[in-house]
Structures are given as structure tokens and as C-alpha cells.
């Protein structure tokens, strides 16, 4: 048992060494130009070449994302109780949240830059458009699917709709919720840096776009690399936080 808890430990790192390594032989064995396909050792070169262009670029990506995905929270959170906690709502909003969220939210980003200009405006709110809806989803799930049962003994013992909805509904709802947050994170950085491709002179999405006019793939690839890196941190964050306040919903974790 403890055998396959380090290796469930290490199984990420060692799965990214064996890709790395694979990169690598590929792009030496066949002698790939850094110009189409760096190899890993060039990306890191590259990296620590232009490491404080990167560092200044990544800050800006990075409040501009948690300015965005600050403001999904809060709307998504206040849309997911609206939603789960009413029938009239549910059949009202939610099909028309379902149509907006198929839209794709790079074609905001024009329409964005026309109303708030070049700046981290249309970056934080191309975060927020691709990132509420998961939250949103998983809060009025939620509170949808709190048992009838549950909720006939706690309205016999005298609870409003409103105490229920509070003091079970939302408690009951954190697994969700934190599960949206992981999703949400990833999407707010894809939102972020699609923007700063098209409507930003600062940022990783800005900096891919430079690179790539220069022929320096090696580091675009850093750049994606930082991306990468900052959403899995921030993945990780909400993961810890989920299992030290969500523990009791975590039966299988046990043992």
C-alpha cells in the first residue's frame, strides 16, 4: 500500500520525464529545426535567455487572470444559487446560460477592445466570460440535487426554504464548487492569453505573438510553458484547499 502511494506520488513527474526525454531524442535523432520544433533543451535556453522578459509578462498575465477570475467567482456563486435554488429560475436562465457559453469567447474580444481599448480591460473580461459558467453550473448542481427526502425532515422540523438552502445546500455544494474552480482556472488563463494575443501589447498571449513574428519558437514555447505552470499552481492551491475543507466528502480518501 505505501509502494503505491509514492508511486501515485511520483507517477506525474515521472510521466513528464519520459515525455521530456522522448521530445528530446526525437528532435535530436532527426535533427528538427529549433525554428519548427525546439527540443526542451532549447526551450530552457531559451528561458533563461529572456527569463525577465518572461517574469514581467507572466505578473501581467497572471493579476489579469485572477482579476477575471475573481469576478467569475462572484457572479457564478450568486447565478448558481439564483439558478439551483429555483425551479422558475432553472427553467429561465439556465438554457440561456447553456446557448451563451457555446458561443466562443474570442469573438468577444474585438467587440471588447471597441468598448474599453487595448489594456488588461477586454483581458479580464475574456477571463471572466470563459470561466463563470463552470462555477455556475456547479453551484445550482448543487443545490438542484439536494435530496427531497433531507429537505422534508428539516422543513418538519421548522427550517425555511431559505435555512435549508443556506445552512445544507451551500455546505453540500463545496465539492462542486471547488471542483468548478479547477476547471474555471485553466479556462481563466485560456481567456486571458487568447485577449493579450489580439488586444494587448503586454502578457504571455502578447509575447507569443512576438515571438512567433521573430522565429523565436523556442520562446514561444517558454511562454507556453509559464502558462502551463502558473494554471497547474493555482490547480494545486485549489486542490489543497478542497481537501482540507471538503474532507468529510471524501469518503474513498480513507485509509
Request: a positive charge; hydrophobic letters at 55%.
Amino acid at each position: 500500500m505505501k509502494n503505491t502511494k509514492q508511486l501515485e506520488r511520483w507517477s506525474p513527474w515521472i510521466l513528464l520525464f519520459l515525455t521530456l526525454s522522448l521530445w528530446q531524442f526525437v528532435c535530436s535523432a532527426f535533427g528538427i529545426s529549433e525554428f519548427i520544433f525546439p527540443s526542451p533543451l532549447q526551450i530552457w535556453q531559451q528561458f533563461l535567455e529572456y527569463r525577465t522578459v518572461i517574469a514581467g509578462h507572466a505578473w501581467r498575465t497572471f493579476w489579469v487572470t485572477m482579476a477575471g477570475f475573481g469576478l467569475s467567482i462572484v457572479v457564478g456563486v450568486l447565478l448558481g444559487f439564483l439558478i439551483g435554488s429555483s425551479r422558475l429560475a432553472y427553467a429561465a436562465i439556465y438554457p440561456l446560460m447553456t446557448a451563451f457559453n457555446a458561443l466562443p469567447k474570442a469573438a468577444f474580444v474585438p467587440i471588447l477592445v471597441v468598448w474599453f481599448g487595448i489594456g488588461p480591460g477586454p483581458a479580464i473580461l475574456t477571463a471572466f466570460l470563459i470561466s463563470f459558467f463552470p462555477i455556475m453550473v456547479n453551484i445550482a448542481t448543487g443545490l438542484a440535487t439536494l435530496e427531497p427526502e433531507l429537505e422534508d425532515v428539516l422543513r418538519v422540523l421548522g427550517a425555511r426554504r431559505w435555512d435549508v438552502l443556506v445552512k445544507i445546500g451551500l455546505p453540500r455544494s463545496l465539492p462542486y464548487f471547488f471542483a468548478s474552480l479547477k476547471v474555471a482556472i485553466t479556462l481563466a488563463f485560456v481567456g486571458t492569453t487568447v485577449s493579450e494575443m489580439t488586444a494587448s501589447n503586454q502578457g504571455i498571449g502578447y509575447l507569443l505573438i512576438s515571438a512567433g513574428s521573430t522565429m523565436q519558437m523556442g520562446l514561444a514555447f517558454a511562454g507556453l510553458l509559464v502558462i502551463g505552470v502558473m494554471a497547474m499552481l493555482m490547480y494545486e492551491l485549489f486542490s489543497l484547499i478542497e481537501k482540507h475543507t471538503t474532507g468529510w466528502a471524501r469518503r474513498g480518501s480513507q485509509g
